[in-house]
């Protein structure tokens, strides 16, 4: 069974304080990693997807990385706007539906 | 719209009661999913259609839950006899990839809450 586990589950941070949100994993056959941004009351928004140790990506202030067992959003100089929750999933070899972490609460104070 | 549309956004029913949530996919998306996510969970798959047909429905708890989409587009997610656990917001999303894609555009959910 395909596993995700986010941390912390709550991080706060002052505006321009940099840091990294956690996702580990187990899963069968991976076929990508996705990180999503969930503001209240809204469905997830897609960020990154991630198919290779090794790999990264960027967009603005978020880098996504890639290892064999976890991968990292690092967030860098947030804005109050990067206030949101960040899901991690997981699509392994034999699915057709994600397997979703509980998510990082990140509140950026002004 | 340009977006997924999901109808109603809020449902209050009474245990027992019979319920159907509608999703309208971006046009020309031929995967639908529906997931259901409990207050601090990430969402959790429920079933995933491609096209017409249900393509994997390993995701739906019980035989309580149904879901369609006879032309290929709208969808709706039945839940018959509802019980108090069931309370969530259903979220439908659509994507253009014909299969296995973690590339999804969400809806904004219909949120379900049994009394």
């Known amino acids: 069974e395909d596993q995700v586990t986010q941390s912390p589950e709550a991080l706060r941070l002052q505006e321009g304080e940099s840091s990294s949100l956690n996702c580990s994993y187990t899963v069968s056959g991976l076929r990508g990693l996705f990180w999503y941004r969930q503001d209240p009351g809204k469905g997830p928004e897609f960020l990154f997807t991630?198919?290779?140790a090794g790999e990264e990506k960027e967009k603005e202030r978020l880098k996504a990385t890639l290892t064999k067992k976890e991968s990292f959003l690092h967030i860098t100089a947030p804005k109050p706007e990067d206030s949101a929750t960040y899901l991690c999933a997981v699509l392994g070899g034999g699915a057709d539906g994600l397997t979703f972490g509980k998510g990082t609460h990140l509140i950026i104070q002004p | 719209g340009a977006g997924v549309s999901q109808t109603p956004s809020n449902k209050v029913t009474e245990k027992g009661k019979y319920v159907e949530l509608r999703c309208d996919p971006i046009s020309g998306h031929t995967a639908l999913y529906w997931y259901r996510q409990s207050l601090g969970q990430g969402p959790e798959f429920l079933i995933y259609f491609q096209g017409t047909g249900a393509a994997d429905d390993s995701g739906l708890p019980n035989d309580r839950f149904f879901a369609v989409r006879p032309e290929g587009s709208v969808s709706t997610l039945k839940i018959q006899r509802t019980e108090r656990g069931d309370s969530a917001v259903y979220l439908c999303?659509?994507?253009?990839?014909?299969?296995?894609?973690?590339?999804?555009?969400f809806g904004e959910g219909s949120r379900l809450t049994v009394l």
């Open positions: 991630l198919y290779s």
């Open positions: 999303a659509s994507s253009f990839h014909s299969r296995g894609t973690g590339e999804l555009f």
